[in-house]
């Protein structure tokens, strides 16, 4: 039997991708999917479309300390055996949660989950590939390597038992930008993912995303949570080489 999972997005002031995102985790037609969308009482439109589906998922509107305030909020309410997050400027492709369900009811020895996404631009359009095509190849060697170099986590990809909250508590609240990573750092203490290699969302970068406009700040605290889980100090070394680096080819590409 196919578990049941609970998908949180936080919402604030993403009229031009909302729904797009909402008809992706809709369209799934996933038997036992609870959607939970957490909105910071958006000043834009977002809201009216929101109102549109609301028979159909769980709206939450309230002022909120951010997004990963947001995120804990839908966390908590959530009853899903399986849960994840999707940004409200991303979407979920054709399937994908019905792959997760599979491999989720296939695998009970299995905590956790990753899958890979496409990168798309503010139209939806391909962009960044050899930078997908990299963190492709990390996700193939050990995870106690690529996580302590880079978080080559795809976000939008990945799911885990809920059941884990009750041992590792919540996001981060105090992270900005880096609540993902320090989140699988926790997970990968107790267990290393499992990785598909078939897409399962496409991450949307744009010029209002943080991963678009602030990724000097977002590579800051990138470090900063690292070392808050103590590794070793070569891995620190080359992880703050490898936040040079990418920071470096940004700034070019830019």
């Known amino acids: 039997m196919l578990p049941s999972i609970s998908l949180i997005t936080p919402s604030y002031n993403q009229g031009p991708y909302i729904r ?60 899903g055996d399986i849960v994840g997050w999707l940004n409200s400027d991303d979407y979920l492709l054709p399937g994908a949660l019905h792959e997760v369900g599979r491999f ?23 962009i960044q590939q050899p930078i997908r095509e990299y963190k492709r190849i990390l996700r193939k060697l050990s995870p106690s390597f690529y996580l302590g170099i880079t978080n080559a986590i795809c976000q939008p990809a990945t ?20 609540m993902d990573y320090d989140w699988w750092l ?36 990138d470090y900063r949570t690292l070392i808050r889980h103590r590794p070793a100090d070569w891995v620190r070394l080359l992880h703050r080489a490898h936040n040079e680096a990418i920071v470096g080819i940004y700034k070019l590409i830019k």
């Open 159 to 178: 799911f885990w038992r809920r059941s884990l909250h009750d041992r590792l508590g919540y996001l981060n609240e105090n992270l900005r930008y880096t």
């Open 186 to 221: 926790r997970l990968a203490q107790l267990q290393p993912p499992a990785v598909l290699a078939k897409p399962l969302a496409a991450f949307r970068i744009h010029g209002a995303s943080k991963g678009g406009s602030q990724f000097t700040e977002q590579f800051d605290e």
């Open 20 to 79: 797009k995102t909402v008809e992706s985790v809709l369209n799934q037609a996933y038997p036992a999917l609870e959607y939970l969308v957490v909105d910071g009482q958006s000043s834009d439109g977002t809201l009216p479309i929101l109102r549109e589906y609301s028979h159909r998922l769980r709206l939450i509107s309230e002022p909120d300390r951010g997004q990963t305030d947001a995120l804990n909020k839908g966390l908590r309410a959530a009853t």
């Open 104 to 126: 989720f009811e296939q695998h009970p020895d299995v905590s956790w989950l990753t899958g890979d996404c496409l990168i798309v631009d503010k139209d939806g359009r391909l």
